[in-house]
């Protein structure tokens, strides 16, 4: 095995696929080397040992991969920084793509400190994030199943009876499968097209059923316990909410003040500003979409439970329109939940 560097500092820009690596390496600003290595640990380990001694610092961004690469190469004694997308300088003018040129760029704009970093999350919260996620999704293809029952009814004129009461009731359910076709081939088909998707939704419903359950079961862990109730003080929060936000943004000591918490929402506005001229836009958007859309959620019954929380909307909404207002109302909960987990965190640092 070759020795290409030895006793020396080097950044690595790291351009990362399914496959395979392609790994850009510079030393001050200079090329040393590139190669394009298969996405295995032994493959990875062989590379970095041609780099007796070096202290090494790399940069891969953030993508559907997740965080295997990273913890292998804090491993392997590797400073490895996961860096967002969309926080990566971009020329307009550059209109040729290539790992190699991608790994490249990576490389010379962390070696010049111009890359922002990411929280990468430890082992405990990804698998309490991919828990949560994972309902999410379940429950989102249970609610695109009903739509495809009620749109099944809709296009052949199936009514439903005013007895059976309201939608996905038991009683819904049981005259769904109790529908009656007429006996010709064309009713047996939309028969058996009804049970189809009855069987999805059943399966569906008892998935989400059962990972609502195991969602409960992390709330009363006493890693969760504490920061999960102090949540749930905030009307409008539930256990599965809280438990979201907590495993969404891990420790709140990753945020200096509720402004860079709201920013990591997409809660703060956008700002034109030129000279003397100072504009400010709608919310940024950026960041945790899904966080952002539950405190909006949570704020319409927040404002709904509490008065002075109303009397709040209200006025905001008096000078602007009522989704700005609810916005507003969803930085307000922010900045609240910010200093609850604040205060949580000072406490146990002291006790």
Partial sequence: MKIIARDCKITMGIDASTKSLSITVLREGQFVKHANVPYSRNALESFLNRFAGCCIRSVYEASSI??????????????????????????????VKTDRRDSMKLARLHEAGLLKAIGVPGQEQRAARQLLRTRRQISG?????????????????????????????????????????????????????????????????????????????????????????????????????????????????????????????????????????????????????????????CCWIWISKDQAAYRIYRRIARRRERQRAIVAMARRLATRIYWQLRQLEKHKAVS
């Fill in 66 to 95: 997740g965080y295997w690469l990273h913890d292998t190469l804090i491993e392997l004694g590797v400073q490895n920084t996961v860096t967002p997308p969309s926080k990566t300088p971009r020329s307009s003018s550059d209109r």
């Fill in 141 to 297: 293809q249970r609610t695109r199943t009903m739509r495809q029952i009620r749109s099944l009814l809709l296009f052949h004129h199936i009514e439903r009876p005013q007895q059976v009461g309201k939608p996905w009731t038991q009683s819904y359910l049981q005259w769904l499968a109790s529908v009656p076709f007429s006996s010709t081939e064309g009713g047996l088909s939309l028969r058996q097209a009804l049970d189809a998707l009855l069987k999805v939704y059943h399966e569906l419903t008892g998935q989400v059923k059962a990972l609502t359950q195991q969602v409960v079961r992390m709330g009363a862990d006493p890693c969760y316990r504490s920061h999960a109730d102090a949540l749930q003080s905030n009307p409008g929060i539930g256990v599965l909410t809280a438990l979201t936000i907590l495993s969404e943004i891990g420790s709140i000591r990753r945020f200096a003040n509720s402004q860079q918490f709201a920013s990591y929402l997409g809660l703060t506005p956008s700002e034109y500003s030129r000279g003397e001229t100072q504009r400010q836009g709608h919310i940024t958007r950026a960041g945790n979409t899904h966080i952002r859309a539950l405190l909006v959620e």
